[in-house]
């Protein structure tokens, strides 16, 4: 069994940046590939980025070279840094991991 909690939401201005951050419980998390998704108000939920156990990412072209997703194994933990936040990154960001979700952050960019 995995559990996850997101954090690090918060309002932010455009241009502004955050770090959010997926903390698993459970020492198997380490070899599981973690996505973290985003459901903009209104909107279908959407992969946003991956890792794999090993390190690999990949990022949904919208995102690419603003957003980093990483992970310390050691401390079970997922991170999605996101820069130059836009407007229409606002969402709720929720990551995922072996069929398991957390219950979101909400990311909120406005002026």
């Known amino acids: 069994q995995v559990q996850l909690v997101e954090s690090g939401g918060g309002l932010v201005q455009p241009g502004g940046s955050l770090r959010l951050s997926c903390a698993a419980s459970g020492s198997i998390f380490r070899v599981y590939v973690v996505d973290w998704y985003r459901q903009p108000p209104g909107k279908r939920r959407e992969l946003v980025a991956a890792?794999?156990?090993?390190?690999?990412?990949d990022y949904a072209d919208s995102v690419k070279g603003r957003f980093t997703i990483s992970r310390d194994n050691a401390k079970n933990t997922v991170y999605l840094q996101i820069n130059s936040l836009r407007p229409e990154d606002t969402a709720v960001y929720y990551c995922?991991?072996?069929?398991?979700w957390g219950q979101g952050t909400q990311v909120t960019v406005s002026s």
């Open positions: 890792i794999s156990p090993g390190g690999s990412a």
């Open positions: 995922s991991a072996a069929g398991h």
